[in-house]
């Protein structure tokens, strides 16, 4: 319907225009062409993804999880031939209750499994034993260090090998990750599939358990917090129900103790328990090792065998320390292993474990004594630069009760609330300075005072902006970059609601703080103010539209992964920062592109939808929409100074950097580098932490788990921080705060909307006059209602006759001289067509018809300030402040003789207004110091005293603007107090033609004043707002009647027309405007 209607508008327009016709035409084909184009565009990207293909999926991720394990199994050394042997078999503990039949316990002999030097025979027959399990479920357990997440590697290794296409996928997850007091199993399981695997999305993932795909193998139950694992079997009973297959590790001990409890599901499953590495294999493995020179492991192998239960041999039977055992004493050369036979110093097994543990961080980083002095190196770091890093890094997973060192969460918890506000203050600095360089750089300005204000300025905005973005983003998650048009607008509309929202949360409390404090400031209570408003509500509006499209773009490129990646934290923390730099490379490009327009947009709609609600109060004239967008566009480039690299860098170059420097802070790498950076300055880790961590799960320290590193085993963590990792309390973490933000719009919208409504203005002017640029002054004809003669800041003059038809037609009397100086007063002869104008350069007389210039009355240094004629026009007074000059004019209106003059007395203050006595056609003047002077008309001699005085004056008060309503025995001045910088209104009265002048008590701040020709009535304007008020005078002190309301900004001329029917205003809003005054003179 709105395309038909806006066709047919077309189409009458070019009937009836025919002369325009082809250019509607043309105008009308390109509009066609780019709906057409965005049409186009819009069902190219609203085409969805075909529906996913669980099987195919499954096969995927099959494959990457595969591949990670064996690289994971390799770089523990599992595939190793001479590897130590790990064993298992069905426990004896009353933890399972099998059904009694023949066929369980086959069951149970199929169980038992040894690794001994065959990899690939042993997960295999892991894998089968596994899949004639009822359910599908398996229990392992072991003491701590006996090779539980081993036992669940090869497990799922064995099965990832056995699968056929289209299988459930077993899934390896760390326990210590799960809260299961507040998030279900499944929901767990999605979320740890999806981050590492998915780029964060959880489609995949939930696709995958929703078909029954998905087989989790859940490793360490025991390092969920003792007090939320209760509630992990009940998680795990609940989702597993009676047929998901299942597979849990944990310490023995901890299961007896849950299990006992009460798990019916769970208790039904089969249990393995890893067996103690006898002293036979650990004297066989030992033996199998090139110990350094002087090494002799013969005692503690014979004690092996002799003390089958004393402290060493319990020590060494884990996998664990027997591994640990080898590498300190194969690395630590001065150390000799036979003291571990010493029964004081090692009087348990704890004290051996511990021991060997404490020794580890040394031996992994000591060069290897079999090797010759010459290729000996200890590596990039030092044995004591490991030990202090590795030990902050365990105490801050101890703090946050938490095995996996996960890089992307490091920023959130390592830095201080005041770090996010002291790095904006940082980074702000130094892009103010980078901007005063560059406008340095480029010597736009000479004004250097002004420089700091713009560092400033620019860099307190992006500390704020940096803050507010940095606490709207607390948790963010590793990204990777991804192309794909399946699904783009899908990922558009979401981008572009964050866009809307960021820009709500981050944008607007700056434009209302910016907003309040110039309106304030400048503005108060002001037409001017509740404009600017209106613009920068809708600059937000037209903001938000930017940043919107912005984040669109930027979204677009994270496409919902449809395979999955295998991930490690080196590979995850890359993907991460490509996907960070592009897409805030585009977005700051997007906003880069759009911004100025946007802004330009924003300042256009919200002055038009000022002047709609205010009945289109102010310049320009009523609904001259295409004028009020070209001195907008010209006011937003004249701020800018007009240069170009002015305003490319300001509304081009730095808009895009900023916003994606902000938008770099809502990711996970940027977050990552700059909480690098600070720890690294403090030294609390290495500046090259990635690298460093890589190190030491190489030196066998650390462990990879997905997309995090762990502590090879809690033991080393526990050492390192101190004490015990996981105690009964609960873990620690904020809850998410929600916010209604539904509210929150609606009582924003509402506040707006009465704020708006409630501060709109009607404009009660008759006429506008705005053709001309910056209005200076003007003069009535004497003998017409409706002709004007108006002067600019520029030197023109003009004839407004604003009853003509079309309305507000004007004719040029002068055009602008070449040094443009400002007309500063003009003054129409009462009865020729003469005027009398004066600027800067000369006093000059023209005839109203056609302009002409007829006589030069003054030029350059003589040029006169004030002028006024004589009721008849016999006489014309002018004064440039120091001298008064009297001319006579001739019969037929010309100037021809030479005029008298009279200099202002020493002391006696210049001449600041000039005006008639009509009763006397005697030139009147106030001076400077306050007192009213009447001359002789032929010599200029002034009177014995003055008509009039100012009373209580200050030393640097002067006084100007006098006007007079001599029928009424009205005098008003205005009065400027310099010490202040305030203007006020004074008032002289008499009681009859001879009475004498007296100064009235009344005042009122005031920036201009005329008086009524006829009626006893004044007007004055504000000194810092846009509205005249009327008063009237009956005795005593005037009564405010009424206020004139139009003008949006300090109107600086008033003047009423000879009849006293119209009074005209001069604003600094570039308009003048007429207002009838039969009203409130009637009133």
């Given at each position: 319907m709105a395309v038909a209607a806006v066709c047919g508008g077309l189409a009458g327009w070019m009937l009836i225009d025919r002369a325009s016709s082809n250019a509607v035409a043309t105008v009308g084909s390109l509009f066609v062409g780019i709906v057409t184009l965005f049409l186009a565009l819009v069902d190219f990207f609203r085409h969805e993804p075909p529906p996913l293909n669980p099987s195919a999926l499954a096969d995927d991720l099959a494959l990457v999880l595969k591949d990670q394990w064996l690289e994971e199994a390799t770089a523990r050394g599992l595939r190793d031939p001479r590897v130590l042997p790990l064993a298992w078999t069905a426990t004896d503990r009353d933890v399972a209750r099998l059904p009694r039949t023949a066929n369980a316990r086959v069951l149970r002999m199929r169980l038992n499994g040894r690794l001994d030097g065959d990899f690939d025979e042993a997960i295999g027959r892991l894998a089968a034993g596994y899949d004639q399990l009822p359910n599908r479920r398996l229990v392992a357990i072991g003491e701590p260090g006996s090779g539980k997440s081993v036992l669940a590697i090869l497990l799922t290794l064995g099965l990832l090998g056995a699968r056929e296409p289209g299988g459930p996928v077993p899934v390896l997850l760390p326990a210590s990750s799960w809260d299961p007091v507040r998030e279900p199993l499944d929901d767990w399981i999605v979320r740890a599939l999806a981050l590492p695997h998915y780029g964060g999305r959880e489609e995949i993932p939930r696709v995958l358990l929703g078909h029954g795909l998905l087989l989790p193998v859940l490793d360490g139950l025991d390092e969920i917090p003792e007090s939320a694992r209760r509630s992990a079997i009940r998680s795990i009973n609940l989702a597993i129900g009676a047929e998901r297959p299942v597979v849990v590790t944990c310490r023995a001990t901890e299961y007896e103790d849950l299990i006992r409890g009460g798990a019916p599901t769970l208790r039904e499953a089969p249990v393995v328990e890893i067996c103690p590495v006898s002293p036979g294999d650990a004297v066989a493995y030992l033996?199998?090792?090139?110990?350094?020179?002087?090494?002799?492991?013969?005692?503690?192998?014979?004690?092996?065998?002799?003390?089958?239960?004393?402290?060493?041999?319990?020590?060494?039977?884990?996998?664990?320390?027997?591994?640990?055992?080898r590498l300190v004493y194969q690395r630590l050369a001065d150390l000799d292993p036979t003291e571990l036979l010493d029964s004081t110093r090692f009087d348990c097994q704890y004290s051996v474990e511990q021991h060997i543990t404490d020794k580890l961080i040394d031996a992994a980083y000591a060069p290897d004594p079999r090797l010759p002095d010459a290729e000996r190196s200890g590596g990039r770091w030092s044995a004591g630069q490991a030990r202090e890093w590795l030990t902050f890094l365990a105490r801050y997973l101890h703090d946050h009760r938490e095995r996996d060192l996960a890089w992307w969460r490091m920023s959130e918890r390592l830095l201080s609330p005041w770090f996010p506000p002291a790095l904006g203050v940082a980074a702000g600095l130094l892009l103010g300075i980078g901007c005063v360089a560059w406008i340095v750089g480029t010597d736009v300005t000479k004004e250097y005072a002004v420089l700091p204000v713009i560092a400033g300025s620019i860099g307190g905005g992006f500390a704020l902006l940096s803050t507010i973005v940095w606490y709207a983003a607390p948790h963010p998650l590793p990204g990777r970059l991804s192309f794909s048009v399946q699904g783009s607008w899908g990922r558009l509309r979401h981008g572009f609601r964050i866009g809307a929202r960021l820009t709500a949360l981050a944008v607007a409390p700056l434009l209302v703080g910016v907003t309040s404090v110039a309106a304030l400031d400048e503005w108060k209570y002001t037409y001017t103010a509740d404009e600017l408003y209106y613009e920068m509500f809708a600059v937000g509006l037209s903001l938000m539209l930017v940043i919107g499209l912005a984040l669109a773009a930027h979204n677009w490129l994270n496409a919902p992964p449809h395979h999955a990646t295998q991930v490690s934290p080196t590979n995850s923390l890359a993907q991460d920062r490509g996907s960070a730099v592009a897409g805030a490379a585009v977005a700051g490009c997007m906003v880069a592109a759009t911004g100025l327009m946007g802004w330009y947009a924003g300042l256009l709609s919200g002055a038009w939808l000022h002047r709609e609600v205010n009945d289109w109060t102010g310049w320009p004239e009523a609904r001259n929409v295409a004028l009020l967008a070209a001195g907008k566009w010209d006011a937003m480039f004249d701020s800018l100074s007009g240069e170009a690299p002015v305003w490319i860098g300001l509304t081009i170059v730095l808009p895009g950097t900023v916003f994606a420097l902000l938008l770099l802070l809502t990711r996970a790498w940027p977050r990552f580098l700059v909480v690098r950076?600070?720890?690294?300055?403090?030294?609390?880790?290495?500046?090259?932490?990635?690298?460093?961590?890589?190190?030491?799960?190489?030196?066998?320290?650390?462990?990879?788990?997905?997309?995090?590193?762990?502590?090879?085993?809690?033991?080393?963590?526990?050492?390192?921080?101190g004490r015990p990792l996981y105690g009964d309390g609960p873990r620690t973490g904020t809850g998410d705060r929600t916010v209604r933000r539904r509210v929150v719009l609606v009582a924003g919208a509402m506040t707006v909307t009465t704020v708006a409504f409630s501060n709109r203005k009607r404009d009660q002017s008759l006429k506008v006059w705005s053709s001309s640029p910056f209005p200076s002054t003007l003069a009535f004809h004497p003998g017409s209602r409706a002709r004007l003669f108006i002067g600019s800041y520029y030197g023109s003059v003009w004839r407004w006759d604003h009853e003509e038809r079309p309305p507000l037609r004007e004719h040029l009397i002068r055009e602008a001289p070449k040094a443009e100086p400002t007309v500063s007063c003009l003054v129409h002869h009462p009865s020729r067509p003469l005027l009398v104008l004066s600027d800067g350069d000369s006093t000059e007389v023209r005839s109203t018809g056609d302009g002409a210039l007829l006589k030069r009355l003054l030029e350059k240094t003589m040029t006169a300030s004030d002028l006024a004629f004589s009721p008849s026009g016999h006489l014309l007074v002018a004064s440039d402040g120091e001298v008064m000059r009297l001319w006579t004019p001739g019969a037929d209106g010309s100037f021809t003789g030479t005029p008298v003059s009279r200099k202002a007395a020493h002391g006696a203050g210049g001449y600041s207004s000039l005006l008639f006595d009509p009763d006397a056609s005697q030139p009147i003047a106030l001076d400077d110091t306050g007192r009213v002077w009447r001359y002789s008309a032929d010599s200029l001699e002034p009177e014995k005293g003055p008509l009039a005085s100012a009373h209580e004056k200050k030393t640097r008060d002067t006084f100007s603007g006098l006007a007079a309503g001599w029928r009424n025995g009205l005098l008003a001045f205005i009065r400027i107090d310099y010490d202040s910088d305030l203007c006020h209104v004074g008032l002289w009265t008499r009681t009859g033609p001879l009475s004498p002048w007296s100064e009235t008590p009344w005042t009122r701040k005031a920036y201009s004043v005329a008086v009524h020709p006829v009626a006893p009535f004044l007007v004055t304007s504000d000194q810092h707002g846009p509205d005249v008020h009327v008063w009237h005078y009956t005795g005593g002190s005037p009564v405010y009647i009424r206020t004139l309301k139009g003008h949006t900004d300090r109107v600086f001329s008033l003047t009423f027309s000879p009849q006293g029917d119209l009074l005209a205003t001069i604003s600094d809003d570039e308009t003048v405007r007429l207002w009838e005054t039969g009203d409130w003179l009637r009133r």
């Open positions: 033996r199998d090792v090139d110990w350094p020179a002087g090494t002799d492991w013969t005692p503690v192998y014979a004690h092996l065998r002799a003390a089958r239960h004393g402290p060493v041999a319990a020590a060494l039977s884990t996998p664990l320390m027997v591994t640990s055992a950076l600070f720890l690294a300055a403090r030294r609390r880790l290495p500046l090259r932490l990635m690298g460093f961590l890589a190190d030491a799960r190489r030196r066998g320290l650390l462990r990879q788990s997905g997309g995090a590193y762990q502590f090879r085993h809690v033991r080393l963590q526990e050492t390192l921080a």
